[in-house]
């Protein structure tokens, strides 16, 4: 009998942090997906644990960030240890964790089976996507008679449905007594659980036909094999323990992130953890050229003594381990990321690197923000193909920055202090310390930064706004609402829902001739050859693909919102009622404060200028409001 055969538009390959994520946006999209994964669960204990302030912030935009916050641990200090002399450790620092105002969320600290958690209920919540588990591909080939043909299901892929036996995972590590006892338990029960009919199909095999499949399989992507890519890179012959566990202590910084070099027993990573874990990251050991770590004779009580001996005089006891591994560093990179636009890797399939600087997760989830738009505005008619190949651009930049700076930090942790100025291959407390600075705004993800392209564009005034650098992430502040007097961050009015922004910081409108300038601004948005009448469908409401906000820097009682153009507020939906959420004053609110967005994000409180903001909130194109016709030449290429 010939194999079941199906369609989907996208086909995820990998239900780890990328293929969530990209199954969370594809799905809030409401793109036909389907997305798989070899083993039979998901990830419960261990692995990556820190989410990063630009993360945190991509999971508000989708509304689960109050989830993170609330369960996690928040880092907010750094302590630096150093060795002491006559022995021992000594605190010589402390830093914050991420330079203040970087961003309104912490760096939160929860274990990757929770961040799936979310990304899960959100997928289903969103369009009833659900990952289909113990089931794994076998073959993938692409009509390349339709390669060119963006609207076929040019691509085939083979699935076969896995045994219990084959989708179970081989644990790295021990889950001491099964499961902590949590307050998560509900939820990880029901994962413990799959269906009773998940391996009902055992053996059976399928071919789904795909307009594009991503591979985020992982570091040993079956999908990267399949276009023959490699991860090149390098490895710098250290290896690491990892533990995660309750302590009994009298370190007296062990709920602070530290990080510690010994005289000479090694470094360690100290981070603190959700429900009163700590991980601690320890330096074991160095391999020689060629030389492989041989795992099982790593346990935690090597590693815990490794430990000890790095924090004495301090006594560090582990009553109760719940996760622990071993890993050798290196720094791999995948140059090329996609087969013509229509298959693409991401995540760890396409870069892989140490967890020390906590960016794996991060990152590999951010690959997929990236794509997942992009994606679904090709396969909605949005945007013409060539968008995809911003892609590789811009998240090989990304992937390549970290992997130079994981490179560094590596090697900064796993080299001995140095004893002096004639020492050349130690690292002094100073250095350390500097570059840990230099490194933490990049390391909170808000400081990537997308090169011009067609999706960045240069073309408008780019000093009008400091704030808002070109193809950086749009930096929040709180404005208040002109109809209701609610403080708003503008980054809650950037939800993930695929639209496009324009951002009209309309100055001081009491001045009259700012007010004719947003007036012709306004009318320019209205007339048939402005972006919104352009690029909307004619029977949708009028901001269902670029939405239109205003903030204007004078008194929000100082005007009325019936006295702002109709299309800037305008009538929508059924009801044709006006949208009230679209006007904004730099004001004081009366309960939480005044934000003073123009003053932060260094606009002219006068004149103002426009910000145009892609689905991802990375900020497209600047320019001032008598340059408004840029807004409808913009993308007019696509
Ligand atoms: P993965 O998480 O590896 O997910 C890949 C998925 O694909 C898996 O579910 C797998 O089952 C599935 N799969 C693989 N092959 C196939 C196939 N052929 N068919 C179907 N499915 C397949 N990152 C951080 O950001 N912060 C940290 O603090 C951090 N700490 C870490 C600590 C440790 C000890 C380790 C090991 C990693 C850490 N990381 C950290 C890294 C982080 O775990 C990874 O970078 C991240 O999980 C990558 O996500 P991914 O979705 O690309 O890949």
Redesign the pocket.
């Known amino acids: 009998m010939a194999p079941q055969s199906s369609e989907v538009d996208v086909l995820i390959?990998?239900?780890?942090?990328?293929?969530?994520m990209l199954a969370t946006w594809l799905s809030k999209l409401k793109i036909s997906t389907r997305i798989?994964?070899?083993?039979n669960t998901?990830?419960f204990t261990?692995?990556?644990?820190?989410v990063q302030c630009r993360t945190v912030e991509v999971f508000q935009s989708f509304g689960f960030a109050e989830r993170l916050v609330k369960e996690g641990a928040h880092i907010n200090e750094v302590a630096h240890w150093e060795p002491k002399e006559g022995g021992g450790i000594q605190r010589t620092k402390r830093t914050p964790d991420n330079e203040p105002g970087t961003s309104r969320f912490p760096h939160a600290v929860l274990t990757?089976g929770r961040i799936e958690r979310f990304m899960l209920d959100a997928m289903r919540e969103f369009n009833d996507l659900e990952v289909h588990r113990s089931?794994?591909?076998t073959s993938l080939s692409i009509d390349p008679s339709l390669v060119s043909d963006f609207t076929s299901h040019a691509i085939s892929v083979t699935l076969r449905h896995l045994s219990e036996e084959e989708a179970t995972?081989t644990q790295v590590g021990t889950v001491a007594n099964g499961l902590f006892r949590s307050n998560l338990l509900t939820d990880e029960e029901a994962d413990a659980n799959p269906p009773p009919n998940a391996n009902g199909d055992v053996g059976k095999e399928e071919i789904v036909k795909a307009k594009f499949v991503v591979g985020?399989?992982?570091?040993?992507?079956?999908v990267r094999k399949q276009l023959d890519l490699h991860l090149e890179g390098d490895s710098a012959n250290t290896y690491w323990g990892?533990l995660d566990a309750l302590v009994i202590t009298d370190f007296p910084d062990i709920r602070l992130k530290c990080t510690m070099h010994s005289h000479d027993a090694g470094s360690i990573l100290i981070?603190p953890r959700e429900r009163d874990l700590v991980r601690l990251y320890v330096q074991l050991g160095h391999t020689e050229e060629g030389e492989r770590v041989d795992r099982t004779k790593v346990t935690p009580e090597s590693i815990l003594a490794t430990a000890q001996r790095i924090m004495a005089p301090y006594k560090i006891e582990t009553p109760y381990v719940e996760w622990f591994?071993c890993?050798e560093i290196g720094q791999r990179i995948c140059p090329k990321v996609t087969l013509d636009e229509r298959v693409f890797i991401?995540?760890?399939?396409f870069h892989?690197h140490s967890?020390k600087a906590?960016?794996?997760?991060?990152?590999?989830m951010m690959d997929t923000y990236n794509l997942g738009w992009k994606l679904a505005h090709v396969l909605q008619g949005k945007a013409d193909t060539s968008i995809l190949k911003t892609y590789q651009d811009e998240r090989h930049q990304t992937a390549q920055e970290l992997i130079d700076l994981d490179y560094r930090l590596s090697r900064m942790f796993s080299a001995k202090p140095s004893t002096g100025a004639d020492d050349k291959t130690g690292v002094s407390l100073e250095e350390f310390e500097a570059f840990f600075k230099s490194v933490g705004k990049w390391a909170s993800g808000t400081a990537a930064q997308y090169k011009s392209g067609v999706l960045v564009e240069k073309t408008g005034a780019t000093d009008v706004a400091k704030g808002l650098p070109l193809g950086m992430r749009f930096e929040s502040h709180q404005v208040v609402s002109i109809a209701d007097a609610r403080p708003w961050h503008i980054g809650d009015r950037l939800e993930s829902d695929g639209r496009w922004r324009i951002i009209i910081f309309a100055g001081d409108v009491r001045i009259a001739s700012q007010k004719a300038q947003l007036e012709k601004v306004a009318a320019y948005l209205d007339s048939p050859s402005g972006p919104l009448r352009t690029y909307t469908p004619p029977n949708a409401d009028i901001d269902s693909v670029i939405e239109t906000l205003t903030i204007i820097s004078n008194p929000r009682i100082s005007i009325e919102p019936n006295d702002f153009p109709e299309i800037l507020w305008p009538a929508k939906g059924e009801f044709g009622c006006r949208d009230y959420h679209k006007l904004y004053a730099d004001d004081e609110s009366w309960f939480s404060g005044k934000g003073e967005a123009y003053k932060h994000l260094g606009i002219d409180t006068e004149t103002g200028c426009i910000a145009v903001v892609r689905p991802d909130q990375t900020v497209s194109l600047t320019c001032r409001l008598e340059e408004h016709e840029l807004l409808g030449e913009f993308r007019r290429g696509d």
């Open positions: 390959v990998g239900a780890g942090p990328a293929g969530l798989i994964d070899k083993r998901k990830v261990g692995q990556a644990d820190g990757q089931i794994q591909p995972p985020c399989d992982g570091a040993r992507s079956w990892v981070v591994t890993y991401a995540g760890d399939a892989t967890p906590g960016q794996g997760m991060n990152v590999s």
